[in-house]
């Protein structure tokens, strides 16, 4: 389990980067509202994975 909480957890926070500089630049271009509403809800939903993901590897390594 260790070497898969290594890797997923940062798979999931760069999940999260990424989706925000998505959105960043985005706006900084002048891009579409619809789409920055898109990118910001799926940045919501994949911090709340990433949230998810860590408290289990925080609690499955405290077992």
Do not use: E, Y
């Not at 890797?7 to 960043?24: H, K, M, N, T, Y």
């Not at 994949?46 to 998810?52: D, H, M, P, R």
């Amino acid at each position: 389990m260790n070497t898969i909480a290594d890797l997923i957890v940062p798979i999931a926070v760069l999940a999260v980067a990424f989706v925000l500089l998505l959105g960043l630049v985005n706006m900084l271009r002048g891009g579409s509202a619809n789409r920055s509403q898109h990118l910001m809800r799926l940045r919501v939903l994949l911090q709340f994975i990433a949230i998810v993901v860590i408290m289990a590897v925080i609690w499955w390594k405290a077992v």
